[in-house]
Protein backbone atom coordinates (compact mmCIF):
# COMPACT_ATOMS: atom_id res chain seq x y z
CA UNK A 1 0.00 0.00 0.00
CA UNK A 2 2.68 2.37 1.13
CA UNK A 3 4.24 2.04 -2.25
CA UNK A 4 1.53 2.38 -4.37
CA UNK A 5 1.22 5.79 -2.56
CA UNK A 6 5.07 6.63 -3.17
CA UNK A 7 4.06 6.33 -6.80
CA UNK A 8 1.20 8.06 -6.97
CA UNK A 9 2.86 10.90 -5.42
CA UNK A 10 5.70 10.62 -7.73
CA UNK A 11 3.72 10.77 -10.78
CA UNK A 12 2.46 14.46 -9.31
CA UNK A 13 5.92 15.86 -8.37
CA UNK A 14 8.01 15.06 -11.42
CA UNK A 15 5.84 17.20 -13.50
CA UNK A 16 5.25 19.89 -10.85
CA UNK A 17 9.43 20.02 -9.86
CA UNK A 18 10.06 20.03 -13.45
CA UNK A 19 7.41 23.20 -13.94
CA UNK A 20 9.44 24.80 -11.19
CA UNK A 21 12.61 24.18 -12.76
CA UNK A 22 11.82 26.07 -15.64
CA UNK A 23 10.63 29.16 -13.75
CA UNK A 24 14.17 29.36 -12.51
CA UNK A 25 15.87 29.92 -16.07
CA UNK A 26 17.86 32.97 -16.42
CA UNK A 27 16.05 34.19 -18.62
CA UNK A 28 12.94 34.29 -16.05
CA UNK A 29 15.59 35.52 -13.23
CA UNK A 30 16.99 38.89 -15.82
CA UNK A 31 13.57 39.91 -16.77
CA UNK A 32 13.50 44.38 -16.59
CA UNK A 33 12.60 44.32 -12.96
CA UNK A 34 13.66 41.21 -11.79
CA UNK A 35 14.90 42.07 -7.79
CA UNK A 36 17.22 38.42 -8.61
CA UNK A 37 19.51 40.21 -11.12
CA UNK A 38 21.24 43.08 -9.03
CA UNK A 39 23.43 45.78 -10.80
CA UNK A 40 24.15 47.34 -8.49
CA UNK A 41 25.92 47.20 -4.66
CA UNK A 42 22.75 48.11 -2.76
CA UNK A 43 20.54 45.94 -4.89
CA UNK A 44 23.45 43.14 -3.99
CA UNK A 45 23.20 43.45 -0.48
CA UNK A 46 18.86 43.52 -0.49
CA UNK A 47 19.52 39.73 -2.43
CA UNK A 48 22.25 38.83 -0.33
CA UNK A 49 19.94 38.95 2.51
CA UNK A 50 17.24 37.86 0.84
CA UNK A 51 19.20 34.69 -0.39
CA UNK A 52 20.25 33.88 3.18
CA UNK A 53 16.18 33.59 3.84
CA UNK A 54 15.71 31.18 1.35
CA UNK A 55 18.24 29.12 2.24
CA UNK A 56 17.42 28.86 6.00
CA UNK A 57 13.43 28.31 5.63
CA UNK A 58 14.71 25.45 2.76
CA UNK A 59 16.95 23.64 5.87
CA UNK A 60 14.07 24.43 7.92
CA UNK A 61 11.45 22.82 5.12
CA UNK A 62 13.48 19.87 5.06
CA UNK A 63 14.50 19.29 8.63
CA UNK A 64 10.53 19.50 9.68
CA UNK A 65 8.90 17.63 6.80
CA UNK A 66 11.38 15.16 6.75
CA UNK A 67 10.81 14.63 10.17
CA UNK A 68 7.71 14.58 9.63
CA UNK A 69 7.38 11.82 6.61
CA UNK A 70 9.50 9.61 9.14
CA UNK A 71 6.55 10.40 12.23
CA UNK A 72 3.87 8.97 9.58
CA UNK A 73 5.29 6.28 8.11
CA UNK A 74 7.51 5.05 11.25
CA UNK A 75 4.81 5.30 13.20
CA UNK A 76 1.95 4.60 10.71
CA UNK A 77 -0.81 2.22 11.89
CA UNK A 78 -0.13 -1.87 11.04
CA UNK A 79 -2.42 -4.62 11.18
CA UNK A 80 -2.86 -5.97 14.55
CA UNK A 81 -2.41 -2.72 16.39
CA UNK A 82 -6.09 -2.79 17.99
CA UNK A 83 -4.23 -4.60 20.73
CA UNK A 84 -1.24 -2.55 21.29
CA UNK A 85 -1.38 -0.62 24.36
CA UNK A 86 -2.01 3.36 24.05
CA UNK A 87 1.18 5.09 25.12
CA UNK A 88 0.53 7.54 28.23
CA UNK A 89 0.65 10.94 27.63
CA UNK A 90 3.80 12.57 28.95
CA UNK A 91 4.44 16.19 29.50
CA UNK A 92 7.42 16.58 27.10
CA UNK A 93 11.15 16.46 27.02
CA UNK A 94 12.87 19.23 28.64
CA UNK A 95 16.13 18.32 26.23
CA UNK A 96 14.29 18.85 23.42
CA UNK A 97 12.40 22.34 24.43
CA UNK A 98 15.13 24.00 24.98
CA UNK A 99 17.07 22.64 21.43
CA UNK A 100 13.39 24.26 19.49
CA UNK A 101 13.57 27.31 21.39
CA UNK A 102 17.47 27.84 20.97
CA UNK A 103 17.44 26.84 16.91
CA UNK A 104 14.60 29.26 17.00
CA UNK A 105 16.52 32.06 18.53
CA UNK A 106 19.26 30.51 16.26
CA UNK A 107 17.52 31.06 13.47
CA UNK A 108 16.24 34.53 13.99
CA UNK A 109 19.96 35.76 14.81
CA UNK A 110 20.87 34.51 11.84
CA UNK A 111 18.16 36.25 10.08
CA UNK A 112 18.91 39.68 12.07
CA UNK A 113 22.59 40.01 11.71
CA UNK A 114 22.81 40.38 7.54
CA UNK A 115 19.52 42.46 7.97
CA UNK A 116 20.21 44.84 10.04
CA UNK A 117 23.84 45.27 8.32
CA UNK A 118 21.73 45.98 5.46
CA UNK A 119 20.01 48.29 6.97
CA UNK A 120 22.88 50.25 7.77
CA UNK A 121 24.60 50.03 5.05
CA UNK A 122 21.28 50.83 2.11
CA UNK A 123 20.72 54.14 4.74
CA UNK A 124 22.99 56.50 3.18
CA UNK A 125 26.47 56.73 0.76
CA UNK A 126 29.12 54.32 2.71
CA UNK A 127 32.36 56.24 3.73
CA UNK A 128 34.31 54.70 2.27
CA UNK A 129 32.18 55.05 -1.24
CA UNK A 130 32.36 58.73 -0.82
CA UNK A 131 36.06 59.85 -2.00
CA UNK A 132 35.32 57.78 -5.79
CA UNK A 133 31.57 59.41 -5.46
CA UNK A 134 32.68 63.35 -4.98
CA UNK A 135 31.94 65.16 -7.81
CA UNK A 136 35.40 66.64 -8.17
CA UNK A 137 36.34 62.98 -8.68
CA UNK A 138 34.30 62.18 -11.86
CA UNK A 139 32.30 65.07 -13.08
CA UNK A 140 34.20 67.41 -15.64
CA UNK A 141 31.31 70.03 -17.38
CA UNK A 142 31.10 70.09 -20.75
CA UNK A 143 32.92 72.66 -22.75
CA UNK A 144 31.68 75.85 -22.55
CA UNK A 145 29.94 75.56 -19.48
CA UNK A 146 30.76 76.85 -16.03
CA UNK A 147 33.15 75.09 -13.43
CA UNK A 148 31.36 73.76 -9.98
CA UNK A 149 31.58 75.50 -6.97
CA UNK A 150 34.42 73.91 -4.96
CA UNK A 151 32.46 73.48 -1.96
CA UNK A 152 29.71 71.65 -4.55
CA UNK A 153 32.63 69.60 -6.53
CA UNK A 154 33.40 68.03 -2.90
CA UNK A 155 30.08 66.53 -2.27
CA UNK A 156 28.16 63.18 -3.58
CA UNK A 157 25.57 63.88 -6.41
CA UNK A 158 22.47 64.35 -5.27
CA UNK A 159 18.91 64.13 -6.77
CA UNK A 160 15.73 65.32 -5.80
CA UNK A 161 12.53 63.43 -6.62
CA UNK A 162 9.17 64.70 -6.33
CA UNK A 163 6.46 62.10 -6.97
CA UNK A 164 3.16 63.67 -7.52
CA UNK A 165 0.13 61.55 -8.85
CA UNK A 166 1.20 59.60 -11.24
CA UNK A 167 4.28 60.61 -12.09
CA UNK A 168 8.05 61.25 -11.08
CA UNK A 169 9.89 64.47 -11.69
CA UNK A 170 14.09 64.46 -11.11
CA UNK A 171 16.17 67.91 -10.03
CA UNK A 172 19.74 67.98 -9.61
CA UNK A 173 20.31 71.11 -7.90
CA UNK A 174 24.27 70.76 -7.99
CA UNK A 175 24.04 70.93 -12.03
CA UNK A 176 21.44 73.43 -12.63
CA UNK A 177 18.85 71.31 -13.20
CA UNK A 178 15.89 72.29 -11.13
CA UNK A 179 12.18 72.99 -11.76
CA UNK A 180 12.57 76.95 -10.32
CA UNK A 181 15.18 76.65 -13.24
CA UNK A 182 13.43 75.71 -15.46
CA UNK A 183 15.26 72.40 -16.28
CA UNK A 184 13.59 69.62 -14.45
CA UNK A 185 13.41 65.95 -16.00
CA UNK A 186 10.47 64.14 -15.63
CA UNK A 187 10.42 60.44 -15.67
CA UNK A 188 13.18 59.47 -16.68
CA UNK A 189 15.97 59.43 -14.49
CA UNK A 190 19.57 59.76 -15.41
CA UNK A 191 22.30 58.76 -13.17
CA UNK A 192 26.63 58.18 -13.83
CA UNK A 193 28.29 54.54 -13.66
CA UNK A 194 29.76 53.19 -10.83
CA UNK A 195 29.46 56.38 -8.78
CA UNK A 196 26.98 56.38 -5.43
CA UNK A 197 24.31 58.79 -5.48
CA UNK A 198 21.98 60.63 -2.90
CA UNK A 199 18.47 60.34 -3.59
CA UNK A 200 16.53 62.86 -1.49
CA UNK A 201 12.89 61.89 -1.31
CA UNK A 202 9.82 63.62 -1.22
CA UNK A 203 5.77 64.04 -2.35
CA UNK A 204 3.91 67.04 -3.19
CA UNK A 205 0.55 64.73 -2.26
CA UNK A 206 0.04 61.35 -0.90
CA UNK A 207 2.64 58.53 -0.20
CA UNK A 208 4.13 56.97 -2.99
CA UNK A 209 7.42 54.79 -3.46
CA UNK A 210 10.35 54.94 -5.16
CA UNK A 211 12.09 51.61 -6.66
CA UNK A 212 14.39 50.44 -8.77
CA UNK A 213 14.62 46.71 -9.33
CA UNK A 214 17.86 45.94 -9.86
CA UNK A 215 19.55 48.98 -8.53
CA UNK A 216 18.06 49.41 -4.84
CA UNK A 217 14.61 49.76 -3.43
CA UNK A 218 11.96 50.46 -2.39
CA UNK A 219 11.77 53.48 -0.18
CA UNK A 220 8.61 55.67 0.49
CA UNK A 221 7.67 59.12 -0.28
CA UNK A 222 5.81 60.70 2.31
CA UNK A 223 3.98 63.54 2.20
CA UNK A 224 5.61 66.91 4.92
CA UNK A 225 8.95 64.99 5.56
CA UNK A 226 11.80 64.53 3.94
CA UNK A 227 13.39 60.74 3.37
CA UNK A 228 16.41 59.23 0.91
CA UNK A 229 18.38 56.25 0.15
CA UNK A 230 21.96 55.80 -1.84
CA UNK A 231 21.65 54.27 -5.33
CA UNK A 232 24.42 52.77 -7.91
CA UNK A 233 24.04 51.04 -10.60
CA UNK A 234 27.67 49.29 -11.61
CA UNK A 235 26.32 48.31 -15.29
CA UNK A 236 25.07 51.01 -18.04
CA UNK A 237 21.79 50.75 -19.53
CA UNK A 238 18.64 51.38 -19.51
CA UNK A 239 16.47 50.34 -16.30
CA UNK A 240 12.87 49.85 -15.26
CA UNK A 241 11.46 51.29 -12.04
CA UNK A 242 7.92 52.28 -10.52
CA UNK A 243 6.01 53.67 -7.92
CA UNK A 244 5.37 50.69 -5.33
CA UNK A 245 2.65 51.85 -2.83
CA UNK A 246 -1.06 52.41 -3.72
CA UNK A 247 -1.36 56.45 -4.99
CA UNK A 248 -4.85 56.13 -6.31
CA UNK A 249 -6.29 55.50 -9.61
CA UNK A 250 -3.26 55.16 -11.41
CA UNK A 251 -0.81 53.76 -9.16
CA UNK A 252 -0.21 50.68 -11.60
CA UNK A 253 0.70 53.13 -14.42
CA UNK A 254 3.29 55.46 -12.75
CA UNK A 255 6.26 54.11 -13.76
CA UNK A 256 9.85 55.82 -14.37
CA UNK A 257 12.78 54.98 -16.16
CA UNK A 258 16.66 55.10 -15.34
CA UNK A 259 19.84 55.79 -17.68
CA UNK A 260 22.67 54.80 -16.32
CA UNK A 261 25.82 56.56 -18.53
CA UNK A 262 29.19 56.56 -18.27
CA UNK A 263 30.57 60.03 -16.58
CA UNK A 264 31.61 61.64 -19.53
CA UNK A 265 28.28 61.26 -21.23
CA UNK A 266 26.81 61.92 -17.93
CA UNK A 267 28.11 65.37 -18.23
CA UNK A 268 27.21 65.60 -21.95
CA UNK A 269 23.37 65.13 -20.91
CA UNK A 270 23.55 67.32 -18.25
CA UNK A 271 24.82 70.40 -20.85
CA UNK A 272 21.84 68.99 -23.32
CA UNK A 273 19.17 69.52 -20.77
CA UNK A 274 20.18 73.03 -20.42
CA UNK A 275 19.56 73.91 -23.58
CA UNK A 276 16.23 75.37 -25.10
CA UNK A 277 14.45 73.47 -27.29
CA UNK A 278 14.67 74.83 -31.22
CA UNK A 279 12.76 77.00 -32.94
CA UNK A 280 9.78 75.83 -35.34
CA UNK A 281 9.55 76.22 -39.08
CA UNK A 282 7.48 78.65 -39.68
CA UNK A 283 4.19 78.04 -41.89
CA UNK A 284 4.63 74.51 -40.83
CA UNK A 285 2.38 71.60 -38.84
CA UNK A 286 4.68 72.21 -35.89
CA UNK A 287 4.12 76.35 -36.02
CA UNK A 288 0.33 75.45 -35.94
CA UNK A 289 0.82 73.00 -33.03
CA UNK A 290 2.85 75.70 -31.07
CA UNK A 291 -0.08 78.17 -31.51
CA UNK A 292 -2.45 75.47 -30.11
CA UNK A 293 -0.44 74.81 -27.42
CA UNK A 294 -0.89 78.31 -26.01
CA UNK A 295 -4.17 78.72 -26.94
CA UNK A 296 -5.60 75.34 -25.36
CA UNK A 297 -3.83 76.29 -22.24
CA UNK A 298 -1.00 73.70 -22.25
CA UNK A 299 1.33 76.44 -21.53
CA UNK A 300 -0.24 76.88 -18.04
CA UNK A 301 1.26 73.60 -16.74
CA UNK A 302 3.81 72.90 -18.76
CA UNK A 303 7.81 74.45 -19.68
CA UNK A 304 8.78 74.65 -23.17
CA UNK A 305 12.80 76.08 -22.74
CA UNK A 306 13.04 78.61 -25.05
CA UNK A 307 9.42 78.41 -26.46
CA UNK A 308 6.86 79.02 -23.02
CA UNK A 309 8.36 79.52 -19.67
CA UNK A 310 5.00 80.06 -17.45
CA UNK A 311 4.27 76.36 -16.73
CA UNK A 312 5.36 74.46 -13.75
CA UNK A 313 2.72 72.35 -12.21
CA UNK A 314 3.09 69.38 -14.92
CA UNK A 315 6.09 67.97 -16.57
CA UNK A 316 8.77 70.05 -18.69
CA UNK A 317 8.38 69.34 -21.95
CA UNK A 318 11.55 71.17 -23.45
CA UNK A 319 13.64 67.25 -24.47
CA UNK A 320 9.94 65.46 -24.78
CA UNK A 321 10.77 63.81 -28.21
CA UNK A 322 14.25 62.42 -27.11
CA UNK A 323 12.43 60.39 -24.13
CA UNK A 324 12.28 57.12 -24.71
CA UNK A 325 8.42 57.02 -22.64
CA UNK A 326 5.54 59.18 -22.44
CA UNK A 327 2.59 59.46 -19.54
CA UNK A 328 4.27 58.62 -16.60
CA UNK A 329 6.38 56.24 -18.22
CA UNK A 330 3.71 54.02 -20.02
CA UNK A 331 3.78 54.36 -23.55
CA UNK A 332 7.07 53.36 -24.39
CA UNK A 333 8.03 55.57 -27.34
CA UNK A 334 10.64 52.90 -28.68
CA UNK A 335 9.80 50.22 -31.51
CA UNK A 336 8.99 47.51 -29.24
CA UNK A 337 9.20 44.78 -32.32
CA UNK A 338 13.08 45.92 -32.41
CA UNK A 339 13.43 46.31 -28.73
CA UNK A 340 12.28 43.13 -27.92
CA UNK A 341 14.49 41.66 -30.88
CA UNK A 342 17.87 43.64 -29.17
CA UNK A 343 17.24 42.35 -25.92
CA UNK A 344 17.06 38.58 -26.92
CA UNK A 345 20.86 39.20 -28.76
CA UNK A 346 22.54 42.05 -26.93
CA UNK A 347 25.15 40.96 -24.17
CA UNK A 348 23.29 44.25 -22.23
CA UNK A 349 19.84 41.66 -22.18
CA UNK A 350 16.82 43.80 -20.92
CA UNK A 351 19.25 46.92 -20.37
CA UNK A 352 19.52 47.44 -23.77
CA UNK A 353 17.75 49.93 -25.15
CA UNK A 354 17.03 51.14 -29.30
CA UNK A 355 16.58 54.89 -29.56
CA UNK A 356 13.18 56.56 -29.90
CA UNK A 357 11.21 55.76 -33.01
CA UNK A 358 9.22 58.86 -34.36
CA UNK A 359 6.33 57.04 -35.79
CA UNK A 360 5.38 55.34 -32.31
CA UNK A 361 6.02 58.58 -30.45
CA UNK A 362 4.10 60.81 -32.75
CA UNK A 363 1.22 57.81 -32.22
CA UNK A 364 1.70 57.59 -28.93
CA UNK A 365 1.33 61.83 -28.27
CA UNK A 366 -1.68 61.56 -30.22
CA UNK A 367 -3.27 59.04 -27.91
CA UNK A 368 -2.25 60.92 -24.63
CA UNK A 369 -3.27 64.04 -25.79
CA UNK A 370 -6.37 62.73 -26.45
CA UNK A 371 -7.00 60.58 -23.89
CA UNK A 372 -9.59 62.69 -21.96
CA UNK A 373 -12.07 60.44 -22.96
CA UNK A 374 -13.93 63.38 -24.78
CA UNK A 375 -11.22 63.69 -27.31
CA UNK A 376 -10.91 62.16 -30.65
CA UNK A 377 -7.77 60.45 -32.19
CA UNK A 378 -6.16 60.87 -35.72
CA UNK A 379 -9.16 58.32 -37.36
CA UNK A 380 -11.59 60.92 -35.33
CA UNK A 381 -12.52 57.89 -33.29
CA UNK A 382 -13.45 58.50 -29.62
CA UNK A 383 -10.51 57.78 -27.09
CA UNK A 384 -10.45 56.10 -23.95
CA UNK A 385 -7.85 57.28 -20.49
CA UNK A 386 -4.64 56.02 -21.27
CA UNK A 387 -4.16 56.87 -17.04
CA UNK A 388 -7.58 56.97 -15.56
CA UNK A 389 -7.95 60.12 -12.90
CA UNK A 390 -5.07 62.06 -15.20
CA UNK A 391 -5.28 65.81 -14.45
CA UNK A 392 -4.44 67.10 -17.93
CA UNK A 393 -7.56 67.56 -19.44
CA UNK A 394 -10.28 67.47 -17.36
CA UNK A 395 -9.64 68.39 -13.92
CA UNK A 396 -9.54 71.44 -11.20
CA UNK A 397 -6.21 72.93 -11.32
CA UNK A 398 -4.23 72.89 -8.51
CA UNK A 399 -7.16 71.60 -6.73
CA UNK A 400 -8.02 74.82 -5.87
CA UNK A 401 -11.75 75.26 -3.94
CA UNK A 402 -13.97 77.09 -5.92
CA UNK A 403 -12.38 77.21 -9.42
CA UNK A 404 -13.53 76.17 -12.00
CA UNK A 405 -13.25 73.24 -13.41
CA UNK A 406 -12.02 72.66 -16.79
CA UNK A 407 -12.00 70.60 -20.12
CA UNK A 408 -10.10 70.41 -22.96
CA UNK A 409 -11.35 69.19 -26.17
CA UNK A 410 -9.64 68.20 -29.81
CA UNK A 411 -10.40 67.59 -33.12
CA UNK A 412 -7.91 64.77 -35.16
CA UNK A 413 -6.47 68.23 -37.23
CA UNK A 414 -5.66 69.56 -33.92
CA UNK A 415 -3.91 66.24 -32.64
CA UNK A 416 -1.93 65.65 -35.37
CA UNK A 417 -0.36 69.46 -35.17
CA UNK A 418 0.33 69.21 -31.74
CA UNK A 419 1.74 66.44 -31.93
CA UNK A 420 4.17 67.46 -35.20
CA UNK A 421 5.29 70.76 -32.21
CA UNK A 422 6.02 68.16 -29.83
CA UNK A 423 8.22 65.92 -32.09
CA UNK A 424 10.53 69.22 -32.73
CA UNK A 425 11.60 68.93 -28.99
CA UNK A 426 14.32 66.99 -28.65
Not at 305 to 317: M, T
Not at 397 to 421: H, I, P, S, W
Request: glycine residues 8%.
Amino acid sequence: MFSRIISRVGLFAVPLLALVLAGCSKAALTVRQSTLDPKGPVAQVQYDVFMDTVWLVLVLFFLVGGLLVYAVIRFRARPGDDTTPIVEEGHGNPLVEVGLITASIGSLVFIAIPTLSAIWYTDDVPVEAVPKSKLAAWYAPAAGAPALDNAVAEQVLEIDVIGKQWWFRFEYPQLGLTNDAKHSVPNELVIPKGVAVRINLRSEDVIHSFWIPKIAGKVDLMPGRKNHLWIQADQVGHYYGQCAEFCGDSHAYMLFRCEVLEPAEFAKWVAAQKQDAAPVAAGSKAEQGKNLFAVKSCVMCHNVGGHFGAGAFGPDLTHLASRKSLAGAWLDNRDLKAQRALEQTSPLGTESSVEVDRATLKANLIKWIGSSGVSHDANGKPTKDVKPGNRMHYYKMFNVAGLRETKQEFTAEELDCLAEYLLTLK
